[in-house]
């Protein structure tokens, strides 16, 4: 199901790193999870890492059966096979929103496309939406793919911890993340 060179050699409740130089990480319940869980950031720069926050407080408090979680740092075109290998996507990151923030929105389907195409400016290494792009043209975009985005207060400030607000919205974010999975696993 995922890139043999990605391939981690045991199914473990932690995160794995999936190169040895690699900032992405990656861990599997079940023997072919269907929904992978990919948590985009940069936990050094506040705000930014709201993604991978969310991740790791869904980990810590939380065991699902049938899922890949990838903590995907700040991206890259590697992470396109585990996309396209992927039957089921949700796609959890710091998002304008044009909202107060700490505000959680999820958009499913269509409505996540439109939701990257609406803010094509990154701060990653490769734009989330040139990943989903790249996937689109292999033909092989997961047909139920969803992001949940949280609106930061800031996304340029050198801190490891979350602004307050965001803070605060992490446990409404993992929620809105479990409510997909059990959605599509339902």
């Not at 060179?5 to 040895?20: H, I, N, Q, R, Y």
């Not at 023997?31 to 990919?38: A, I």
């Not at 992927?86 to 909202?99: G, Q």
Request: glycine letters at 6%; aromatic letters at 6%; a negative charge.
């Amino acid at each position: 199901m995922y890139p043999p060179d990605m391939m981690p050699t045991a199914f473990s409740s932690k995160l794995l790193s999936t190169t040895p130089y690699s900032t992405t990480t990656l861990a599997m319940e079940g023997e072919n999870p269907k929904t992978l869980v990919l948590a985009i950031g940069n936990l050094l720069l506040s705000d930014e890492g709201t993604g991978i926050h969310v991740l790791h407080y869904l980990r810590s408090h939380h065991t699902i059966n049938d899922v890949c979680w990838l903590d995907g740092g700040t991206l890259s075109f590697s992470i396109a096979g585990f996309i396209e290998n992927s039957p089921e996507l949700i796609v959890i990151d710091a998002a304008e929103l044009h909202a107060t923030p700490g505000t959680v929105k999820t958009f499913v389907g269509p409505a996540m496309d439109a939701q990257l195409g609406a803010c094509k400016l990154s701060v990653h290494e490769v734009g989330l939406v040139d990943l989903m792009d790249m996937v689109r043209l292999s033909e092989r975009l997961p047909a139920r793919r969803a992001l949940v985005g949280i609106q930061p207060l800031t996304m340029a400030q050198w801190d490891d911890k979350p602004s307050p607000a965001v803070a605060k919205a992490i446990p409404q974010a993992a929620q809105a993340v479990l409510d997909l999975i059990q959605e599509w696993h339902s």
